[in-house]
């Protein structure tokens, strides 16, 4: 944004081709910057766009060396593009570990190596004596129930070992784990201990007797326990360094068996190993029925076992296969990123190791593959993968089928000895989730965008952003009622008594039920459990936090307010009154059948949304006996915000609904018209309400006449002095087009004098055929129309050509863009047809209405409004539909808002066009020469640049605004707002103060002007709705008006034009025109510098003495108190922050 530097005439001019580098962008004090025009910040070049480098003719076009013709060639066949690879490469870059590092923690390993090796030996007691443990440490397990058969001593380790990605060299920063495997000597382990978790008792008490020793060591900086991947059975112990290198690494200590010291037989899927009378305190029925299965506690077992064998397999498969390691590397971003690898039954970082270790193996992917492909290969696997997966090349007939597994676990994925699923711990919801996310990214790089690497690798998604609605449980000792009332004994038994785990697979399955077609996705989200210090019990089940489940929503079924059933002579009937419960009552239908039916409470578009919240709390309550208390649904927090103020059960689609129906009756009578010299060839709205988007839909008004002056000659109301501002009435603009004909002027002023006339005659006409109350000007109609005001414009299609012709003196005509020109067409042409795209957006994507009010409404309400114009937030809020990337399109205005404002602040706005293709009518060629010529011609365009497929050059919703310090005081704010919304919303003992992020910040500003409730027409819309108001001169029943209101009245925002008007020079204004009490006043920083005495810059100014010479300077206190006589009656106080300037 700028000229070029010194020299690019001369290299031009000397033929030397230019290339353009990326400078890194600079936003410190850029905001504080003035500038009078959006795209004048002239002078030397802006930080953070692209800049010419000057290269020479021999440095452009030598010879390519073998090394780069390699590096071609490899580029070619295993990336799509040069940028591509090099986004990779800095990515691994960013997240490898480096050499010095590696350095400095193999000293730390060798250091444990021999500590934990010199941990002293105890004497033999029984396993329930554990009285030999010293006081300052606790077991690091619930021994419940405490009795168990079996002796302990401790003894030291057989071998301790490094396990897991730091040795194989695909661990990513910024959390460096190191997982050892302490191998405890067989002499302290029986045959039996697989049974009634004995192992877990001798191994909580050989980690608490190791915990002990190590944690009176000043070596180490911190011992702490943790679980190891949630489970509550394998508890782990944590070491990091002392001083400086405490957040080096994490070493995670895991004591495991011998190798084969178990038989795997033992610990086959169907096996039990917990046994009833030991656990319930009962024996199984007599009715010969065995013992209920134990498939998870098998597993944790063999998981020990196979801790080295796993990274053997591993470091034979990775071995040098840099591609192999990046591409898991790039995996475990991946994960991260989507939040897939947390806790309990996440997809680690492990499973995508053995996955790709899988591929290897079945030869889908190639050792001398890069990282990108290996990433490619393995999403692309996911995607299309439904049945189970082994690793097991044995043929031998005594290992377990797969489908055994598949009846103990709904993933499946065998290692190589056969006994053990990988996948064990993860839910079938998550394999979705997976399955899903998968799905999109392979979308996103078939799509081959050129920001599909930031978008895959780079884009956090959270669960609030990633899903519509999302739901709470809490607190999770609820669960423990479900399992009773689910008759989970049998999984109790399995996980050990946690009952969070044991009730969650059904629970998601009762909800994926009753949910049906307005569910495409289910997932669900438990936060880590917390290390814990030594000295402390372990925690319990109930305080790892809160279960969250996010519901992804199809929004073709998700207003529907029926559960339709079979009918009720089918045999199915039986399960559905069952499933649903009191819900469910027989319905006769206009066919005549009789069917069982469930019918949802919602008479608004916003209630109907909710409707799984009801779904949800009912199920939940009739099956698991989980009160709606206990449920924290967020799915409709931020519609208060978009409510009118008189209405509570809608969000306002029907008051637009019913706005757009009577424009599309008064459309049908435009067109019927008769008695008109042309007819009307096209009517087009070109209104929010139109497309959906106005904040406060309008309602048919009525208005009081007692309130008002009335103009009998005008049949037009006016407002009386000595009665509160009555209510906002904004006309509707509608364009009407009429035919082509010759006998149109040539001439500009012609023109508007003929659409004068025809103005007059379609309000004539209007009134004649069909009694519509109507008021004709000059330029414009007023049609009054069942409560609604349109304003009908007659357009000329050749007046914007005419207003662009410029005659020279010599008589030549040439076409030039002048202002008028430019308003004309945008107001006539490209207005209509961007209401008309953006209303077809609305039928496709329900939600787009509603995340447009929100965004335009948090937008005001930091005061911003005036920077940014309708359209403009609307092509922000359409690009979060079109282009959801790496998203799906947005299905509750909830997540539409978090994606604005995440969208807002993370937009490189001055290196980027916002490419908005409206009816996909852009092909990716054109989009790139789009980018191309943005690129060439950025210093002529405004800061925001928004791209349509019918304004691709000039950014017409923009031109006017915003300036380059609002646009960042708009990115800053967002970048505020987002986490403490998210986390408001993911707080699952409620959000609090919703509002919060609504509220400006009024400490920026200098002055503020407080007005005047009673003269603040829209005074109810404020985002704190006021207790109570003014009477607006409106009557609460419809029906029909002879007069026309008052139309477009707001003081507030005519006090404001006479303020820009008189002090524009001096200051900037900021206000909220819904309802807003304050107008902020920023004194520009020019304002305060001395100019020279000019008799004709004495306006708000007075003369100083400075250096014996006369300057201007701001006359402060005769400026205030100019805004004060400037508003009186309106100006409440003004208030003057003079702590924050000085003349």
């Not at 033929?15 to 990326?22: D, K």
């Not at 944690?215 to 489970?231: A, E, I, L």
């Not at 692309?380 to 597994?405: H, K, W």
Request: charged share 20%; with cysteine.
């Amino acid at each position: 944004m700028g000229p070029a530097p010194a020299g690019a005439e001369n290299r031009e001019a000397a033929g030397e081709p230019e290339v353009m580098e990326l400078a890194l962008e600079g936003t410190g004090k850029e905001g504080k910057k003035e500038s009078s025009k959006k795209h004048a910040l002239a002078g030397s070049p802006v930080e953070g766009l692209l800049q010419p480098v000057k290269l020479s003719r021999a440095e452009l076009y030598k010879e390519p060396t073998n090394e780069e013709l390699t590096r071609l060639r490899e580029t070619e066949s295993l990336f799509h593009s040069s940028l591509l690879r090099l986004q990779v490469e800095e990515l691994l870059k960013e997240v490898r570990l480096p050499e010095k590092k590696k350095e400095r923690i193999d000293t730390f390993l060798r250091e444990v190596n021999q500590r934990v090796l010199k941990v002293p030996s105890t004497p033999r007691t029984e396993l329930t004596d554990q009285t030999w443990l010293p006081a300052g440490v606790r077991v690091p397990l619930h021994q419940v129930p405490y009795t168990v058969k079996g002796c302990f001593r401790f003894l030291p380790p057989a071998q301790v070992i490094v396990v897991g990605s730091y040795l194989l060299g695909t661990c990513v920063r910024p959390d460096i784990n190191v997982d050892m495997a302490v191998t405890m000597p067989r002499e302290i382990l029986q045959d039996k201990d697989g049974l009634n978790q004995r192992y877990f008792r001798k191994r909580a008490l050989y980690l608490a007797h190791l915990a002990h020793h190590l944690g009176q060591d000043p070596f180490f900086g911190s011992v702490r326990f943790s679980y190891t991947r949630g489970c509550h059975l394998k508890p782990s112990l944590l070491l990091r360094p002392h001083g400086k290198d405490e957040r080096l690494v994490t070493v995670r200590l895991h004591p495991c068996p011998p190798p084969d010291f178990f038989r795997p037989c033992r610990l086959l899927p169907s096996k039990n190993n917990v046994r009833s009378a030991w656990y319930r305190g009962q024996s199984p029925p007599g009715d010969g029925s065995s013992e209920p299965p134990t498939p998870h506690y098998n597993t944790w077992v063999l998981q020990d076992m196979t801790l080295e064998s796993h990274v053997q397999l591993l470091s034979t498969v990775l071995g040098s296969a840099l591609g192999l390691k990046d591409g898991v590397a790039l995996l475990k971003v991946w994960l991260r990123q989507r939040e897939l690898d947390k806790g309990l039954g996440g997809f680690s970082g492990f499973l995508v190791s053995m996955l790709v270790a899988f591929l290897v193996s079945t030869r889908k992917i190639h050792t001398t593959m890069s990282g990108y492909q290996v990433l490619r290969s393995v999403l692309q696997f996911l995607d299309l993968t439904v049945n189970g997966i082994s690793l097991c090349l044995s043929s031998d007939p005594s290992l377990p089928a797969l489908a055994d597994f598949h009846q103990a676990f709904p993933v499946v994925f065998l290692d190589s000895s056969g006994y053990l699923n990988l996948c064990a711990d993860v839910t079938a919801s998550t394999y979705h989730q997976v399955q899903h996310e998968a799905r999109l990214s392979m979308a996103l790089l078939d799509g081959r965008a050129d920001d599909g690497f930031q978008l895959l690798l780079m884009t956090p998604k959270p669960m609030i952003r990633a899903f519509d609605h999302v739901l709470h449980l809490h607190p999770l000792s609820r669960l423990q009622a479900a399992c009773h009332r689910l008759k989970l004994w049998p999984e109790l038994q399995d996980l050990g008594g946690d009952y969070v785990s044991a009730a969650l697979g059904s629970l998601t399955t009762l909800l994926e039920q009753g949910l049906g077609s307005r569910l495409h996705l289910l997932a669900h989200s438990r936060p880590p459990v917390s290390e814990w210090d030594i000295s402390q019990d372990p925690p319990k089940h109930r305080d790892s936090g809160t279960l969250t489940l996010g519901l992804l929503l199809r929004p073709e079924g998700l207003t529907s307010v029926l559960e339709l059933g079979p009918e009720a002579n089918q045999p199915e009937a039986a399960d559905f009154r069952q499933f649903w419960g009191s819900r469910s009552e027989l319905r006769r239908f206009q066919d005549g059948a009789i069917r069982e039916a469930v019918v949802w409470e919602a008479a608004s578009m916003a209630q109907k949304r909710l409707i799984p919240h009801q779904v949800v709390t009912h199920l939940l309550a009739l099956h698991a006996n989980i009160p709606d208390t206990c449920v924290h649904y967020v799915g409709g927090l931020l519609d208060a915000l978009i409510q009118s103020p008189k209405e509570t059960s809608s969000t306002g689609e029907e008051a637009l609904a019913a706005a757009v129906r009577c424009y599309d009756d008064l459309s049908r009578l435009l067109w019927g018209l008769e008695g008109l010299p042309l007819t009307v060839s096209a009517v087009q709205g070109a209104h929010p309400v139109l497309r959906y988007t106005e904040v406060f839909p309008p309602t048919p008004v009525r208005p009081a006449y007692s309130f008002y002056e009335q103009l009998r000659e005008r049949a037009s109301l006016l407002p009386r002095p000595d009665k509160p501002c009555p209510a906002y009435v904004e006309p509707m603009p509608v364009v009407c087009h009429l035919e082509g004909s010759g006998q149109w002027p040539q001439d500009a002023e012609a023109i508007r004098r003929v659409r004068a006339a025809f103005q007059l005659r379609l309000a004539e006409l209007l009134t004649q055929q069909h009694g519509l109350q109507c008021r004709a000007t000059a330029t414009h109609t007023d049609v009054l129309k069942d409560g609604f005001v349109f304003r009908v414009c007659v357009a000329c299609q050749r007046e914007p050509q005419i207003l662009r012709e410029m005659r020279s003196p010599e008589g030549m005509i040439s076409l030039r863009d002048t202002p008028a020109s430019l308003r004309l067409e945008r107001d006539t042409r490209h207005l209509p047809l961007l209401t008309s795209a953006l209303h077809g957006l609305q039928q496709q994507h329900p939600a787009f209405s509603g995340v447009a009010r929100l965004a335009k409404r948090w937008v005001r309400a930091q005061l911003l409004g005036e920077g940014f114009t309708d359209e403009s937030l609307d092509l922000v809020v359409a690009a979060l539909f079109l282009h959801p990337e790496p998203f799906t399109p947005p299905s509750s205005p909830q997540v539409g808002f978090l994606r604005f404002l995440f969208l807002v602040s993370t937009f490189d706005w001055k290196n980027n066009p916002l490419i908005v293709n409206l009816n996909n009518e852009l092909t990716v060629e054109e989009q790139g020469e789009i980018r191309s010529g943005f690129l060439a011609t950025r210093t002529q365009l405004p800061i925001m640049v928004i791209v349509t497929p019918q304004d691709r050059k000039n950014s017409v919703w923009t031109q006017d605004g915003p300036s380059p310090q609002v646009l960042q005081q708009l990115v800053v704010l967002a970048a505020e707002a987002l986490p403490v919304l998210e986390k408001q919303l993911m707080d699952p003992r409620g959000p609090g103060d919703i509002r919060t992020v609504f509220r400006p910040p009024l400490d920026t500003y200098d002055v503020l002007i407080r007005l005047s409730p009673r003269h603040i027409p829209r005074h109810r819309q404020a985002v704190d709705s006021p207790a109570a108001s003014f009477c607006r001169g409106l009557l609460s029943e419809p029906g029909p008006s002879s007069l026309m209101p008052v139309l477009g009245y707001d003081p507030p925002q005519l006090y404001l034009a006479q303020l820009r008007e008189a002090f524009g020079d001096l200051a900037l204004f900021f206000y909220d025109q819904h309802g807003g009490e304050v107008i902020g006043v920023l004194w520009k920083p020019s304002s305060f510098q001395p100019q020279p005495f000019k008799a004709s810059n004495t306006k708000g100014r007075m003369v100083m003495s400075q250096g014996g010479e006369l300057v201007m300077v701001p006359n402060v206190e005769a400026i205030l108190e100019d805004f004060a006589v400037l508003g009186e009656g309106l100006v409440r106080a003004v208030e003057a922050r003079s702590e924050r300037w000085t003349v």
